[in-house]
């Protein structure tokens, strides 16, 4: 009996384990208008609409396909599945400087405003190579908003 109860215990943590390290990741938008609902359903009214493709936003939770998000800005609701991906981008919190190389002693290419956001095309330690619309570089991952590959 004994045996039974701690593989149910088990089982279960695992699920609870698993279910909370789902929720919470970095998406992003898919499309230029992304709409954001009350509730988990296309019958649910809308709340606001976003119009920035590849915005990160952060799941917190999720039902069936739809998935409640929070931008920058705190603000959160619903959005379908289909209108999500997996994230690639990241917003500056702070202007910041992209550099030729993953280093703050590479010559720097350009200057980023704090709000900028920047599509990410590889990650490693504490450095993106981005692209925004006329730059490429690398940048500093510190105070950004966004996933970090």
């Known amino acids: 009996m004994i045996k039974k109860v701690t593989i149910l215990f088990l089982c279960i943590s695992f699920f609870f384990l698993q279910l909370s390290s789902a929720e919470e990741k970095f998406l992003s938008l898919k499309k230029n208008k992304v709409n954001v609902r009350y509730g988990p359903s296309f019958e649910s009214k809308i709340k606001y609409i976003y119009t920035k493709e590849h915005l990160p936003v952060k799941q917190i939770d999720m ?21 999500l991906k997996k994230s690639n981008s990241l917003i500056v919190l702070s202007h910041k400087i992209l550099y030729k190389k993953p280093s703050n002693l590479s010559k720097p290419v350009a200057r980023i405003e704090k709000g900028r956001l920047l599509i990410i095309k590889k990650c490693k330690k504490n450095w993106c190579h981005v692209n925004t619309n006329d730059y490429s570089g690398w940048v500093n991952t510190d105070n950004v908003w966004g996933a970090i590959k």
Do not use: A, M, P, T
């Not at 069936?64 to 619903?78: Q, T």
């Open 63 to 83: 039902k069936d396909n739809f998935r409640r998000i929070l931008d920058l800005k705190n603000n959160s609701g619903w959005i379908h599945i289909s209108q």
